[in-house]
């Protein structure tokens, strides 16, 4: 008898225990998953193996696109309902990177997704440097300069056919030129979301740039925070 009453005691106390944590720590059933893909209009952009019409006389082509996604949070309105600290590294040229799920509650509400793109000037200073965030990643200047939030590389044909290098690498977190900014998307009230696709249409930050005549910021600078923030602008969720 004694041992059939301990027995009904701890599984008592099991349930208690099972029952306070869930309490404390509701569960995280709702999954949703993000896709980037990038493009130039309508084409799909495929790293090294196609170029683009620029202008009438000039194609692009495209070797390195790489930034960071951070910091995401999901709206109601104008209410905020969930957000992620986080730091991903999105890499055209290694697919996995390019998706990122998160676990949400339940039944969550929401129509609108915020996130920015770079590293923070806190998380710059903290010296937080492993995962994505490791310098090996091709992504960090100095701790005086900071984190590259995007790179993108490639070549473009001058109307005399000769192929010239473009390198644009963008950050910078120290005022005037924190070139951290941000993605601000209504979402499709009439999808399901599980699965949002969203697509960085490059010919939206390129079409019209003399690119001949500017073809490279390496540094922080006016101009990295202005490319920043008409990057952040090229994003729009795509329907399946």
Known sequence: MRYAAKG???????FMLVSTNA???PAEND???F?????WGSTPIHLNEASYSLNDTMNISFETF????????LLDGEKEVFSKYLFQLVDFSKPPSKELNLFLPAHLPYDRIVFNIGIDSATSVSGAMEGDLDPLNGMYWTW???????KLEGRFTTPHLQEEKF????????????????VDLKLPSDKPKKEILMEVDLQDLLSDRDIAQQHLIMSPSASAVSFANRFAHCFKIMTP
Not at 35 to 39: G, I, Q
Not at 144 to 150: A, H, T, V
Not at 171 to 180: E, I, Q, S
Request: hydrophobic share 35%.
């Open 35 to 39: 896709r980037f893909s990038a493009s």
């Open 31 to 33: 999954s949703l998953r």
């Open 167 to 182: 390198e644009f690498h963008i950050g910078g977190y120290r005022p005037p030129n924190n070139a951290l900014s941000a």
């Open 144 to 150: 005086q300069s900071g984190y590259i939030n995007l």
């Open 8 to 14: 009904s005691i701890l599984t008592f106390l099991v």
């Open 23 to 25: 309490q404390s720590h």
């Open 66 to 73: 790489r930034f960071y996604v951070s910091n995401i949070r």
